[in-house]
């Protein structure tokens, strides 16, 4: 074979690549108008049974010098990439992400619009007890300006021994003492069950890490008029925090705050792991307001206030922890808790960062 002879096989090479590509795009355009169709019949992209017969059926009339083998790598990439812009087309964006709402979210509380660039605190007793227990919490937080009272009156425990909560006569006390101070309730519901229950009691929902993917309560509590507060899960990924506030926005009600409240890693330093990098991801990829949990990602008194400070500086909207008057016979998680001189010397120094971090 001379030179010349060559060079006439590769330029036929180029014509039968370029007949390839025609065809492959063709195809390509085939496929997507099948993805529409699929669409529109409420079908899923991906048909193995139809994918198997179009296998079958290439295989069945391959006469060429590749193997079998190649010829079934070279076409499943070739269907591959055809799923892929099905997929593309049939994938719809987020309801919570920044590309469908570039503007923040704003949730509000009874005036206290979380969300909107001030920083804000929410705080309360872990555990609803008595009336005078929560009351005293409730005047320490007045007298601080904070409106924003959490507390527990379902709790769902590790050990089935543990207290778990007074339940409707928590939520009866903390409404009473909301109207009586002026405070807004978040409590936590723990069964779509008592959703209705709760609504007259609460003023926000909130979601706990052990039900962030109780998907038949986020579904419930999407349907409902009231902000829902959703913590991340012991274990959940960015990815599967963010599906789970869909899941609420998908099914009507888009007030919904994000709380980071520790992940479980192997660190026994702390009670769970604070993922503080959380708070600046979530808010670039939703719309949502972000706030910190630094009682329960640390487990520790000591750690509360550098926590809640490096909270504040990466830009969370809300700052959440405990408040007990009496924390030593505290009926749950009674190291975690401050009590209400902890607390007045947690909340003035946060206010000082906020007036440094104000002239940044």
């Known amino acids: 074979m001379n030179a010349n002879e060559l060079e006439q096989l590769r330029k036929r090479i180029d014509r039968i690549n370029l007949d390839i590509l025609e065809l492959l ?18 079908m899923k992209a991906f048909d193995p049974i139809r994918e198997n017969e179009s296998l079958a059926l290439i295989i069945e009339n391959h006469r060429g010098p590749f193997e079998v083998s190649t010829i079934k ?31 923040n979210t704003i949730v509000d509380i009874n005036g206290e619009m979380i969300g909107d660039g001030s920083q804000r605190f929410i705080m309360g007793p872990c ?22 009272l959490r507390g527990g009156a ?4 590790t050990s089935p021994y543990d207290f778990q ?24 519901i723990v069964s779509s069950n008592d959703v209705e229950m709760a609504l007259p009691y609460v003023d926000v929902i909130q979601i706990g890490a052990r039900n962030m993917q109780n998907f038949e309560l986020l579904k419930t509590v999407g349907k409902v008029d009231k902000p829902v507060l959703l913590k991340r899960g012991l274990s959940a990924t960015i990815e599967e ?12 009600n888009n007030q919904i705050i994000l709380c980071e409240r520790g992940i479980r890693t192997y660190e026994k330093a702390t009670r769970n792991t604070l993922d503080i990098s959380a708070v600046p991801i979530l ?20 750690l509360l206030l550098p926590t809640a400070k490096a909270a504040l500086a990466i830009g969370a909207d809300a700052v959440m922890a405990e408040v007990h008057p009496d924390p030593a016979v505290a009926l749950s998680d009674s190291a975690q808790q401050m009590n209400i001189a902890e607390f007045n010397e947690f909340i003035e120094e946060l ?10």
């Open 154 to 157: 379902f709790k769902p425990r």
């Open 25 to 42: 795009n063709e195809r390509a355009e085939v496929a997507q108008n099948i993805g529409w169709k699929k669409e529109e019949l409420g």
């Open 127 to 148: 555990a609803v007890e008595s009336y005078d227990q929560v009351k005293s919490v409730a005047l320490a937080m007045k007298k601080q300006g904070l409106t924003l």
């Open 241 to 252: 925090f963010i599906n789970a506030a869909e899941y609420i926005m998908a099914n009507g």
């Open 351 to 360: 206010k000082v960062l906020q007036k440094k971090l104000a002239l940044v």
């Open 165 to 188: 909560g007074l339940g409707e006569r928590g939520l009866q006390i903390l409404r009473k003492v909301g109207d009586e101070v002026g405070m807004s309730v978040i409590s936590e």
């Open 73 to 103: 790598f070279l076409f499943k990439e070739i269907f591959k990439a055809s799923l892929n812009l099905q997929n593309n087309h049939q994938k719809k964006e987020m309801l919570v992400s920044r590309k469908m709402q570039p503007q």
């Open 283 to 302: 808010k670039k990829e939703t719309h949502l307001p972000v706030i910190v949990d630094v009682t329960h990602s640390t487990g520790r008194k000591d």
